[in-house]
């Protein structure tokens, strides 16, 4: 169940970052990798800034705030299929992250899906304040230049 250890691949850029902000979320991440793999709801949890709003594919990319996320997120672990790997993170801006990894999770009907997931994350305090799903990075990179690091959430 979760995530495998060792399959965290944070790039140079967002391991090293270019402030604290950077190297605080980067740290985050590599929590929140840690977490889901323990399926530990509350250190899921304390990765989310308290006015998060984040898209999963836990909560079928429905924007939620933290604490329901953290429970959608839990959930989807307890079904056994849910699992979160091949973590890589790309540092965008500041605080701003692009996490590409596969998802495999229940899909409508009973199906199990297993792709690639983009998802753009961007931190405030250090912790996971908004997180926004996309099927490529290009889409990923185009939302960021519309509507910046609040990534209209």
Known sequence: MGVGKGQSAVSRTASSGTGNGARALADTLRRFELALERGSLPEIR???HEDAVIESVASDSYPLGPDATARAVAAAL??????????????????????????????????IRD???????????????????????????????????????
């Open 115 to 153: 792709e690639t997931v983009y998802r753009l994350i961007s931190g405030r305090d250090g912790l996971m304040w908004r997180v926004k799903l996309f099927r490529s990075r290009d889409d990923a990179i185009a939302h960021l230049e519309r509507h910046g690091p609040g990534l209209a959430l």
């Open 78 to 111: 307890e079904d056994g299929v849910y699992m979160i790997y091949g973590w890589q993170h790309e540092e965008l801006e500041p605080e701003v992250v692009l996490s590409i990894s596969r998802a495999r999770h229940r899909a409508g009907g009973g199906a």
């Open 46 to 48: 304390a990765c989310f």
